[in-house]
């Protein structure tokens, strides 16, 4: 890996984790969320001319990854709604890839050797530290732990769908710019029938979380992708993951959280363990 591909992937990681802490920032959560699904779609759109049209057989798995991550957005806007962005972002972020490894382990055949075991052990050791972590009360937060693993499950699922589609799609950017403008249209339609109000903000207030969330959204999984055609998948993927570590940073020097030595403990045993898992997958 080249030292320009090497920032490039830190450059996406924190992309990534900025556009997290967008939505956890604002007040109204469903705003936020619905802005930056909806600002998915204007460089998807863009891109749709000079991309491949995906393959029919991909489609049944594109529409059940548009359902997938419409459930990855509610649970993450639900898990930001209650709890601290440096106690969810790390969980949401860390189990997905345990998940997906167990999955493979005990769905498709998978054989994991020990180290990758170990990985994924400190990623749950990780996961346990962050559940125990207490607010500025004093008291714990079960409920935003279960939202962010939720979240994660979530993450899991779009994962293997969208590896498995863009195979099948025999176009990876082609099946993310369909994928990601059907998803913006299902979760508007959803959020204007659930809370009109809420779509309506979106191009008011909600305006540069849809132009800034929606952009860093979509550059950092593009900047993330290229990188994969340029350089190992598994060193580029391992090194995606420290946005669990400019979450960290972010949530402490910007949102105001509290620093503690569980966060930190736990956050470095669950980037350790993803970026091992990552290396050694």
């Not at 930056?36 to 749709?48: D, R």
């Not at 491949?52 to 509610?74: F, I, K, N, R």
């Not at 052990?121 to 962010?148: E, H, T, Y």
């Not at 940073?249 to 980037?271: C, D, P, Q, S, Y």
Request: charged share 10%.
């Amino acid at each position: 890996m080249t030292l320009t591909i090497f920032f490039i992937v830190l450059f996406a990681a924190a992309l990534h984790a900025s556009w997290n802490a967008l939505v956890k920032s604002t007040g109204d959560k469903v705003v936020s969320m619905t802005a930056v699904t909806i600002g998915h779609a204007p460089l998807a759109l863009l891109a749709m001319p000079f991309v491949p049209y995906p393959d029919p057989e991909s489609w049944p798995l594109l529409a059940l990854s548009v359902l997938v991550h419409t459930g990855y957005q509610l649970s993450l806007m639900l898990a930001y709604r209650l709890g601290d962005f440096t106690q969810v972002y790390p969980i949401a972020r860390g189990s997905g890839p345990a998940i997906v490894t167990v999955v493979s382990l005990f769905s498709l055949g998978v054989v994991l050797p020990g180290i990758q075991v170990m990985a994924i052990a400190l990623i749950v050791a990780g996961i346990f530290c962050l559940s125990l972590v207490r607010q500025a009360d004093g008291l714990r937060n079960p409920k935003a732990v279960g939202a962010a693993l939720m979240t994660g499950c979530f993450i899991a699922c779009y994962s293997l769908l969208d590896g498995f589609g863009a195979r099948a799609a025999g176009t990876a950017f082609g099946y993310i710019a369909w994928m990601t403008v059907i998803n913006a249209i299902t979760f508007s339609v959803i959020i204007g029938i659930a809370r009109p109000s809420a779509l309506k903000s979106v191009f008011t207030e909600g305006q540069k979380t849809l132009w800034l969330g929606g952009s860093a959204s979509v550059l950092a999984y593009v900047l993330v992708v290229w990188a994969m055609t340029q350089a190992p998948i598994a060193l580029v993927t391992a090194l995606r993951e420290t946005s669990t570590i400019f979450a960290l940073f972010i949530g402490v020097i910007f949102l105001r959280e509290r620093l503690t030595r569980g966060k930190i403990v736990a956050t470095v045993l669950t980037a350790s363990g993803v970026l091992l898992l990552r290396f050694t997958g």
